[in-house]
């Protein structure tokens, strides 16, 4: 069932964290739908068991899934060992789990803020560590796209650790690429909008809120899931075989415009 890649290799297979819900589960199945095997790795395993099931059932690759907590760098080695032997050479990584933080500085303490940065950005850099043996073995083709934000772009008062988590992945964009594209490995970020996923099920809940939010966008709505999900498998795929250290801004053009 699985497709060939461009040099008629079997396609690599795809982990990604966060695969359980919003984002990352449409990934998974947008990557599952052309072929790619991929691992499902998140702090709820019943979701990321559920998400891989979908994948095996609807699009019949490979997959292997893992309740995890990304914090816990400790575990990636075993974790990534298994991972491999259920889906064969590992030759893409999102990272798309996250969490949102705690509110303005005058709420943040020192354990809110790791826990921010420690899921959102450190795991990132360690997880990417741990992977290069498996993504250059599964080369020519392996790349990396993490999911920062707008807000990696722009301040939002109520959100300081999750813009500096984001800003903070843009940076380790620029720098891992220089550093990996000796190995020929891609690593690139998508900065989505508003996305409508279970993480922002509370803010959208508000019907002003979300007309507001909506009304900020030129094309007049927010996201769905499934358009991240295909902005990230084309920047995993060869179609984007010399992007590498820069972000993707899909946002329906929130920031490009003033609110005014
Ligand atoms: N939804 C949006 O509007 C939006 C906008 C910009 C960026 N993003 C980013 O996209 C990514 C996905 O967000 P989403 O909206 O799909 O959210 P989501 O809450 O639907 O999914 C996030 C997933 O990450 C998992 N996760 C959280 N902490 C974890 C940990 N410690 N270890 C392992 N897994 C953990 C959760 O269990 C969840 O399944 C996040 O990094 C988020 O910051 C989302």
């Known amino acids: 069932m699985n497709k060939e890649n461009f040099l008629g290799k079997p396609c690599s297979g795809v982990l990604i964290t966060g695969g359980g819900s919003g984002i990352g589960k449409s990934t998974a199945l947008a990557l599952a739908q052309v072929g790619r095997p991929v691992g499902i790795w998140d702090l709820n395993g019943e979701n990321a068991q559920h998400v891989a099931n979908e994948c095996n059932d609807l699009y019949g690759v490979k997959t292997a899934f893992l309740q995890i907590d990304v914090r816990n760098s400790y575990l990636f080695d075993d974790a990534l060992n298994t991972c491999k032997n259920q ?117 959208l809940a508000f019907g002003e809120l979300k007309e507001k939010l909506e009304k900020q966008a030129p094309l007049g709505r927010v996201c769905s899931p499934d358009e991240i999900a295909t902005s990230i498998r084309f920047l995993l795929s060869n179609e984007a075989s010399f992007i590498t250290g820069t972000s993707l801004i899909v946002d329906g053009g929130f920031i490009a415009v003033s609110a005014l």
């Open 87 to 203: 889906i064969g050479p590992i030759g893409g990584f999102v990272h798309a789990a996250g969490i949102p933080g705690p509110g303005p500085i005058d709420m943040v303490d020192d354990e809110l803020w790791d826990s921010v940065l420690d899921v959102n950005l450190r795991a990132a850099a360690i997880l990417t560590k741990n992977l290069i043996p498996t993504l250059k073995e599964a080369n020519p083709g392996s790349a990396i796209v993490f999911l920062s934000s707008i807000e990696g772009h722009v301040g939002s008062g109520f959100l300081p650790a999750y813009c500096a988590s984001k800003a903070g992945l843009l940076g380790l964009t620029r720098s891992l690429a220089q550093r990996l594209g000796t190995d020929s490995i891609r690593v690139n970020s998508i900065c989505p909008g508003v996305v409508d996923t279970p993480m922002m099920a509370p803010v």
